[in-house]
């Protein structure tokens, strides 16, 4: 259904007409139009491609509307820009389903609309393409930053690109650059580092390997520096945010701060735009009081004029909304006046195009910005190929879990492991005959993978194929060793594992007041029952863990791993040495969160961690 404000705004010929038409360059015989042909540069074929676009097709380009809320014909009936998929999957996530799915909306756009404009399919490919089913899972951000690893983090970017692409997504919602300040954040496990270097040099580097070196070859993804900016500075407590349970941190407010802004905040995404970054996304919190997404000054003059981004900006989901909750075409309007580009409506799509167009109207928002975003939306389009690559490369769909990418996975297992304490009982030394592998994290590939895997939240249990760190262990293990899954009923085990780890969960779900770990308990039925004891802990920050040391022999932060399981062993073992740092401050208790007072000495301080 096409509404009124748009019939209007066909009728009265509000739109591209206005615009001083540029001089049309003359296409090759085999194109009707200029814009189709790919030997013209890039700025030639946009211009000529806006001059045939009326204001409401324009407006649809500006959309970007997630696939569980478009009835069939809504690509090519509004000219969508973009669908996506928030953290869910579509049915059971297989490259098949993928494949279809994306493949028909790309049809409709490339086939059924008067321009044929591709959409970008985009998702959150945060740790791997967590949401296709058969997929590499890697360590999440936080482990990559304890391993700080470049290089690792570039491959990495390269091989969640080939997944992606494999099944027609170009575009993903990655990496975070936010600096935690507060680890109670639900969102800390997505950020590399506390440490704004790490931050920008990771950042840099995975966006080097997911959008490759030419944006046109098929396994190349669009990357999304995110969320700009102050997402991991808010205040505990300012957020007003609730979704499942209240939010603490998540959506809050920054304190204006411009020394935290130039100095720490504003660096990584400097660096992600020399890397080459083609999407910003702008943060659901305030600045100063003032929703991100409203905010001029940050999302126009400092991201475009001062750190020289020339991709486009999209929103968070609904994030413009937020700006003015009783008015949405109040809210739309001021969001794209401050500078996005594309808006991640991401529900209703009629209602958006409804809402630009009455504000185009009344001149709340001018047809030139309109234009100067979808302008900003087509270049990237056409800087990837899609006018003359809609579909995915078929042979890319080998690469989906390959056995290359399971090594890399296993690799960057490894590397991310942090060793906290150890009295000499790693590595596991050969003479460990009877070792017990237990704790709510020792066979649970839903809880190694985390949030963002398969689901927005995760879950429990298994989710994915993958391989556990108990079934890790029990590979690795030498012949006539005895790997148990549970303590036996009586006598003495050589070294018991328990692998003890939080729930998953996502964004402001996962706020917390107290970073406890309940599963800690499983040390107390181990006591007197194992000659070591190994703590291996699996989370997504550093949590409160102090009253255990003294019931376990060593300890390691492994994050939350993925798919790798045997990259767990590969370190226990010792056949891969522990190079992993602390990528955050670990507190002793709540009184060093969000920071410790001075000369109060954490548990363990960013950069630590033992080796051998
Ligand atoms: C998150 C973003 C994510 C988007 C799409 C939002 O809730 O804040 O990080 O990219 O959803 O799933
Ligand atoms: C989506 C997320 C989004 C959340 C917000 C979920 O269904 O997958 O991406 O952030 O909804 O409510």
């Not at 170009?170 to 496990?189: K, N």
């Not at 150890?422 to 839903?446: C, E, H, R, Y």
């Not at 690795?476 to 036996?488: I, M, S």
């Amino acid at each position: 259904m096409i509404s009124a404000a748009i019939l209007v705004l066909a009728a009265t010929g509000c739109g591209s007409k206005d615009v001083a038409p540029s001089p049309t360059p003359s296409p090759s015989p085999s194109f009707e139009f200029p814009y189709q042909d790919p030997s013209l540069p890039i700025d030639q074929r946009v211009d000529d491609l806006l001059s045939h676009m009326a204001a409401e097709d324009k407006i649809g380009q500006m959309a970007q509307i997630e696939e569980g809320s478009l009835s069939p014909d809504d690509v090519s009936d509004l000219w969508l820009g973009s669908v996506l998929h928030g953290g869910g999957t579509v049915g059971t996530g297989t490259p098949d389903e993928w494949l279809s799915v994306t493949a028909e909306h790309q049809r409709e756009a490339v086939e059924d609309t008067r321009l044929g404009i591709p959409i970008i399919y985009g998702v959150d490919a945060v740790h791997g393409f967590g949401a296709l089913y058969g997929g590499t899972v890697f360590p999440h951000q936080i482990g990559l930053g304890a391993a700080n690893d470049p290089d690792l983090v570039e491959r990495i970017g390269r091989a969640t690109a080939e997944e992606a692409a494999a099944v027609g997504v170009r575009w993903t919602f990655s990496p975070v650059l936010a600096i935690p300040s507060d680890i109670r954040w639900g969102r800390t496990y997505e950020a590399y580092s506390q440490d704004p270097v790490i931050v920008a040099s990771l950042g840099a580097a995975y966006i080097r390997g997911i959008q490759g070196d030419d944006l046109t070859d098929p396994a190349s993804v669009i990357a999304t520096a995110k969320h700009f900016i102050g997402d991991g500075s808010t205040v505990y407590g300012s957020s007003t945010q609730f979704i499942v349970q209240q939010y603490l941190l998540d959506q809050g407010n920054t304190p204006a701060n411009p020394a935290l802004l130039r100095d720490v905040l504003l660096p990584p995404y400097q660096d992600a735009i020399d890397a080459g970054a083609r999407t910003v996304m702008v943060s659901f919190s305030s600045w100063d009081g003032v929703k991100i997404h409203g905010n001029q000054a940050l999302v126009t003059d400092t991201l475009r004029e001062d750190l020289g981004f020339t991709g486009f900006v999209v929103s968070d989901w609904a994030g413009c909304d937020h700006i003015n909750p009783d008015d949405f075409q109040d809210s739309i309007a001021r969001c794209v006046n401050a500078g996005v580009d594309m808006v991640m409506v991401p529900y209703d799509a009629e209602a958006f195009k409804e809402a630009l167009s009455l504000s185009l109207m009344g001149g709340d928002v001018s047809i030139d910005r309109i234009d100067e975003a979808v302008r900003r939306i087509l270049t990237v389009k056409f800087e990837m190929g899609l006018f003359e690559n809609p579909y995915p490369d078929p042979t890319l769909l080998d690469t989906i879990g390959s056995a290359e990418h399971r090594a890399l996975a296993r690799e960057a297992v490894a590397k991310s492991l942090v060793l906290l304490e150890n009295d000499g009982v790693l590595p596991l030394s050969d003479s460990a005959q009877t070792i017990a592998v237990v704790g709510n994290a020792a066979d649970d590939m839903g809880i190694q993978a985390g949030g963002w895997t398969m689901s927005w939240q995760g879950d429990s249990g298994p989710v994915i194929p993958g391989t556990t760190i108990l079934e890790g262990i029990t590979e690795r293990a030498e012949a006539g060793v005895t790997v148990l899954d549970e303590l036996p009923d009586s006598g003495m085990v050589d070294v018991c594992v328990a692998a003890v780890g939080e729930r998953p969960y996502a964004e402001g779900v996962g706020d917390s007041t107290d970073l406890a770990l309940p599963g800690l308990s499983v040390l107390d039925t181990l006591e007197g029952r194992c000659d070591s004891t190994v703590l291996v802990v699996v989370s997504g920050r550093p949590v409160i863990i102090t009253d255990a040391l003294g019931k376990a022999d060593a300890v390691v932060a492994a994050w939350l791993p993925g798919t790798a399981g045997e990259g767990v062993a590969d370190v226990l073992f010792g056949d891969v040495p522990f190079t992993g740092r602390l990528p955050m401050n670990w507190p002793r208790d709540l009184s060093q969160v969000p920071s410790a007072s001075s000369g109060d000495e954490y548990l363990y301080p960013i950069g630590y961690g033992l080796t051998y």
